[in-house]
């Protein structure tokens, strides 16, 4: 499981890498400021996520605990549903994308919280 956790946590910061680089380089002069501002935020968003991921995939290989992968796992649903919308919204300018954001931010919520009580029970 952990191989897999930092395979995934890998590949999402090599995409934060290549979508920051595409909005810096391709979509800059094509996109409104604010726009530029939210998929700036999807990106940073994926890069703190990616990392977190990474960061769980590490300590699995210590403390391996189904609330790990879980965490893992809300993390990466919560890169899809948060920096996923913002980069669409971004890119089409569909409003109603932004009402899937907050899911995405949910999921990073009760992830980092899963995080934390497998820690706390690791050092109980």
């Known amino acids: 499981m952990s191989k897999s956790i930092l395979m995934t946590g890998a590949v999402l910061m090599a995409l934060a890498v290549i979508l920051g680089a595409f909005g810096a ?3 800059k002069s094509r996109l409104a400021t604010d726009m ?3 998929y700036h935020t999807g990106v940073q968003y994926q890069f703190y996520h990616a990392l977190g991921i990474l960061i769980i995939g590490v300590l699995y290989l210590h403390y391996p605990s189904g609330t790990l992968s879980w965490s893992a796992i ?3 649903i919560g890169i899809a549903l948060f920096s996923g919308s913002l980069y ?3 890119v089409t300018g569909i409003k109603w994308l932004g009402a899937i954001t ?3 931010g949910t999921s990073f919520i009760v992830a980092w919280i899963l995080f934390f009580i497998a820690v706390w029970k690791k050092t109980m």
């Open 25 to 27: 380089h391709a979509l």
């Open 36 to 38: 530029m501002q939210v």
């Open 74 to 76: 809300l993390m990466t």
């Open 88 to 90: 669409l919204l971004a």
């Open 102 to 104: 907050p899911l995405g």
